[in-house]
């Protein structure tokens, strides 16, 4: 599995982007697939995953409230819409695959920058 996950970029705090990842590939919809992000300086940390059916998900207390996590079998695509941004949610984004316990598959991550 080939992830691309794009969507980054500049917001102020408070407002929102849409992250989005799509995989290559034609079994995409048997892999659970998750957010993780990595600020500078700090350890690469779960934000949100979701099951291969997108039935149920999962998210970090720091962005539960805030984020959802969704995704679209037939787009082969995955989604990360992120609400009431704070300057604390800067980090590289990152969207990854797997199909048991570790993240066997990662995309190339998208930069998210909030300013105050």
């Known amino acids: 599995v080939q992830l691309q996950a794009y969507g980054g970029g500049l917001v102020q705090a408070g407002g929102s982007l849409r992250l989005s990842c799509v995989a290559s590939?034609?079994?995409?919809?048997?892999?659970?697939m998750g957010w993780l992000r990595q600020a500078p300086g700090k350890e690469r940390e779960f934000v949100a995953a979701?099951?291969?059916?997108?039935?149920?998900?999962y998210y970090a207390d720091s962005v539960k409230g805030r984020f959802t996590i969704s995704r679209d079998n037939a787009k082969n695509t995955v989604y990360l819409q992120m609400n009431s941004l704070k300057p604390e949610d800067t980090a590289v984004y990152y969207c990854?695959?797997?199909?048991?316990?570790?993240?066997?598959?990662w995309g190339q991550g998208t930069q998210v920058t909030v300013s105050s």
């Open positions: 590939g034609r079994t995409f919809s048997s892999y659970a």
């Open positions: 979701i099951s291969w059916s997108g039935g149920s998900t």
């Open positions: 990854a695959a797997r199909q048991f316990e570790s993240y066997d598959y």
